[in-house]
């Protein structure tokens, strides 16, 4: 079984009836880090090194995207073609290996229109 992250629960649902049993489709619900707004969230002397945040809802859907990938064949990041979209998949898998949930797991990027 592969794990699809996508960016609403809509598309999770729809995505999920296409797709069948051997995929599980999960929503990030949008951007799931951001910047805190205090002094040093943002370090240019670091080469513009950037501490991130995680808020406590998106602390929650990152867990259970991070569980389901663990027992999971691959990750397919399928979160909308623009520069959101890219900024999901990328805030998630950068998650995912910090908290090493990947392992050796294959990663894909696909685009559903």
């Keep these: 079984m592969d794990v699809v992250v996508v960016e609403s629960p809509a598309k999770a649902k729809t995505i999920n009836k296409y797709l069948g049993k051997n995929y ?5 619900f949008g951007h799931v880090r951001d910047l805190p707004a205090k002094d040093g969230s943002v370090r240019p002397d670091e080469d513009f ?16 995207i991070a569980k389901a990938v663990k027992d999971a064949d691959g990750l397919i990041l399928a979160t909308d073609p623009d520069r ?17 949930a990947l392992k050796d797991k294959p990663v894909s990027r696909v685009v559903f229109n």
């Design 24 to 28: 599980k489709v999960l929503a990030s």
């Design 49 to 64: 090194a950037m501490s991130w945040s995680v808020d406590t809802a998106s602390g929650k859907r990152l867990a259970d």
């Design 84 to 100: 959101e979209g890219e900024a999901i998949s990328w805030h998630v898998l950068e998650v995912l290996k910090q908290k090493r």
